[in-house]
């Protein structure tokens, strides 16, 4: 794996999280194949405001329907915890099947899902996130 670039913005309600995304190759741009995403988080977010911002950037870009979300938004209340400045949350997806989530180096959990990591990945790297500057830092534009 290799970094693709690091952004430093607001982002999943995260004032000045720290997110730097890896992958096989770059050169899929403007849709390159991310295998782990690291984020930083710059104070004390609840898990219902992770997992809220990152369904409703996903249902903004039409990533997955109604069923599909509902099914990922329970699945990350399970995965992803309440975080404070200085954790740092890993997201993983060592093959196309499974996404694996970890907080300070801990698991906190998968899910088995090959829709799911793509659908996740896009909030930071779609060509229409709504979030340009963040994707054109992540990518190193």
Same mark, same amino acid.
């Given at each position: @794996?290799? /970094?693709?670039?690091?952004?430093?913005? &607001?982002?999943?309600?995260?004032?000045?999280?720290?997110?730097?995304?890896?992958?096989?190759?770059?050169?899929?741009?403007?849709?390159?194949?991310?295998?782990?995403?690291?984020?930083? /988080?710059?104070?004390?977010? /609840? &898990?219902?405001?992770?997992?809220?911002?990152?369904?409703?950037? @996903?249902?903004?870009?039409?990533?997955?329907?109604?069923?599909?979300?509902?099914?990922?938004?329970?699945? @990350?209340?399970?995965?992803?915890?309440?975080?404070?400045?200085?954790?740092?949350?890993?997201?993983?997806?060592?093959?196309?099947?499974?996404?694996?989530?970890?907080?300070?180096?801990? &698991?906190?959990?998968?899910?088995?899902?090959?829709?799911?990591?793509?659908?996740?990945?896009?909030?930071?790297?779609?060509?229409?996130?709504?979030?340009?500057? @963040?994707?054109?830092?992540?990518?190193?534009?």
């Amino acid at each position: @794996m290799q /970094p693709f670039g690091k952004g430093r913005h &607001s982002w999943w309600g995260i004032p000045e999280c720290t997110t730097r995304p890896y992958g096989s190759s770059v050169r899929n741009i403007p849709r390159p194949r991310l295998t782990r995403l690291d984020i930083e /988080p710059g104070r004390a977010v /609840p &898990s219902d405001t992770l997992v809220k911002n990152a369904i409703a950037e @996903m249902r903004d870009l039409k990533v997955g329907d109604e069923r599909q979300l509902g099914i990922w938004q329970a699945e @990350m209340r399970k995965l992803i915890p309440n975080v404070k400045e200085g954790d740092q949350i890993v997201i993983f997806c060592p093959d196309t099947r499974r996404t694996l989530a970890y907080l300070n180096d801990s &698991s906190t959990g998968a899910i088995d899902d090959p829709s799911f990591c793509p659908a996740l990945m896009s909030v930071w790297l779609h060509p229409q996130t709504k979030h340009q500057a @963040m994707r054109k830092s992540l990518l190193r534009q």
